[in-house]
């Protein structure tokens, strides 16, 4: 074995997974390093639950192998896995005390009474509940339950953590604070964790390492900025990134090395790679990426507005047309529906996808 395939914590080799008939998962190849925190995101029903369950053990496989440190585990039982998952229902135990939630494994494992002790004493350091030990989960907040169902994990030592949507159930303030809580813990333990979210913010904020997953199959993985910087398909395109891509079709000039997109008045846009002219392509432009200028400018594509979205911070911008495009400009921008403005596109921001395939063709 190699040196990189023995620091290999978690693998997925060639696993595939039917429901009957149904092919839930296709293929999947992914290697996590120790210490590495993974996320798994893609739309509803894109297999990513299915993919963290046959970790830990509640799936069987159809074919494939899964190893956990090293090991085989296909055929291993789930408590013999040595992994801890964190869900979002937190599954505390009501009428236990927090410290009794936190050290139950470790009473079923006959672990003397002062080890327990001294172990809940350091773990609610860690997650910082110190002071909350002897209330019943229904004393405590929705965060604070959340991490207890962290301690109670972590607690055991394992050599993952598997987290299925845990904050989902939480409002938008406190998810964005668990979040960061939870990365800032995985640090602080030195711990390789596995996440399962729909939500790309959440997986591009808190992820080394980002596996986009849509019908049973891996579309992409990488670095999050690796993903928003080159996708590899409309798909991964349009699903990293918030609001979402444009997509505007558009055609390969004379001479191969510049574009023409749909839009009227679109000027040409040079390409970074000379294709073959009169080629048709989608291009991809980030509505982050659209600079405003004065609808004279020379260079600039002239876009009327349908409506207009102020969220205070950013106000985003409507623009008529088939498709229509999304705009983000700054909050301090004045603007009506109506209004004709210039936008800019700069080449460098241009990303180009094959129109059958929705494979990118040159990642920008
Ligand atoms: P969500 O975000 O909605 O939870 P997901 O990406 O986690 O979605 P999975 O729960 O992994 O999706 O399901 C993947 C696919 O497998 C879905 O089409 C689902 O209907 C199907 N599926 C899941 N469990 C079963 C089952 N026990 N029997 C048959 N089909 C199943």
């Given at each position: ?10 693998e ?72 801890a ?5 937190y ?64 607690i ?17 303030s ?5 979040r ?112 405003l ?44 529906p ?27």
């Amino acid at each position: 074995m190699n040196e990189k395939k023995q620091n290999m914590q978690i693998e997925f080799i060639d696993v595939d997974k039917y429901y009957g008939s149904f092919h839930a998962l296709k293929g999947i190849n992914i290697a996590i390093p120790k210490g590495q925190f993974v996320a798994l995101v893609g739309p509803s029903g894109c297999g990513k639950s299915t993919l963290l369950r046959s970790l830990a053990g509640l799936e069987d496989i159809s074919s494939g192998t899964i190893n956990v440190g090293g090991s085989r585990v296909n055929d291993m039982p789930p408590r013999k896995r040595d992994l801890a998952m964190v869900f979002q229902s937190y599954a505390l135990y009501p009428h236990m005390n927090v410290r009794d939630n936190l050290t139950y494994a470790l009473r079923l494992k006959k672990v003397s009474k002062e080890e327990r002790a001294r172990k809940a004493d350091e773990v609610a350091a860690i997650i910082g509940l110190e002071d909350l030990l002897d209330r019943k989960p229904k004393e405590l907040s929705g965060g604070q339950r959340q991490r207890v169902a962290m301690g109670r994990a972590i607690i055991r030592e394992p050599q993952a953590f598997l987290f299925d949507e845990p904050l989902s159930n939480l409002d938008a303030s406190l998810r964005v604070r668990m979040r960061k809580e939870i990365r800032a813990l995985h640090e602080r333990i030195g711990s390789t964790s596995v996440y399962v979210t729909h939500d790309q913010v959440e997986a591009m904020t808190m992820a080394d390492h980002v596996v986009v997953m849509r019908a049973g199959v891996i579309e992409q993985q990488g670095p999050p900025l690796d993903l928003y910087e080159h996708p590899a398909n409309c798909f991964v395109a349009g699903f990293i990134g918030s609001p979402a891509m444009n997509f505007v079709p558009g055609t390969i000039d004379a001479g191969g090395q510049s574009v023409t997109l749909q839009l009227d008045g679109s000027p040409k846009i040079a390409i970074a790679h000379k294709l073959e002219p009169g080629r048709s392509v989608l291009a991809g432009l980030r509505p982050e990426h659209l600079g405003l200028v004065d609808v004279n400018t020379k260079g600039s594509v002239p876009i009327t507005l349908s409506a207009v979205e102020a969220t205070g911070s950013v106000t985003f911008l409507f623009a008529k047309g088939s498709p229509e495009m999304v705009v983000v400009a700054d909050g301090n921008l004045k603007a009506n529906p109506g209004d004709v403005l210039g936008v800019k596109i700069a080449p460098e921001n241009v990303h180009l996808f094959d129109p059958e395939t929705e494979l990118s063709i040159v990642n920008s």
